[in-house]
């Protein structure tokens, strides 16, 4: 008779929050959100890094450019400090005289 008088415990699937009830369903969900964050969360390093150096390298693009056009300059400059005449009037604005020259120097000159 002890078979008649044992109850069977069985699970119910309508009864939600039954103490000692694993829910799997929800245990993979939340199991698969935190792999999402962690993956997540790994890809914010690189990211910010990334935006770091892309700003970087355009600072550097518009330094590059500014100095390539500061070379043209100064190279246009040499090719005419090259020819003999541009050297010798740039060295008379400074004063200076050729060898076997005499210089002269006017003084209180009015207009």
Same mark, same amino acid.
């Given at each position: 008779?002890?078979?008649i008088t044992q109850a069977r415990i069985r699970p119910t699937g309508g009864?939600?929050?039954a103490p000692g009830r694993i829910r799997w369903d929800r245990v993979g969900r939340y199991a698969l959100l935190?792999?999402?964050l962690a993956i997540l969360?790994?890809?914010i390093s690189p990211a910010r890094s990334y935006i770091t150096q892309r700003g970087t390298a355009a600072d550097h693009h518009a330094e590059v450019v500014t100095l390539e056009k500061e070379n043209a300059r100064l190279k246009a400059r040499e090719r005419e400090l090259r020819n003999p005449r541009t050297l010798e009037q740039a060295? !008379? !604005?400074l004063g200076m005289v050729e060898q076997g020259e005499r210089a002269?120097?006017?003084e209180n000159l009015r207009r």
């Open positions: 008779m002890a078979s009864s939600r929050g935190a792999t999402l969360a790994l890809y060295a !008379r !604005r002269y120097v006017i």
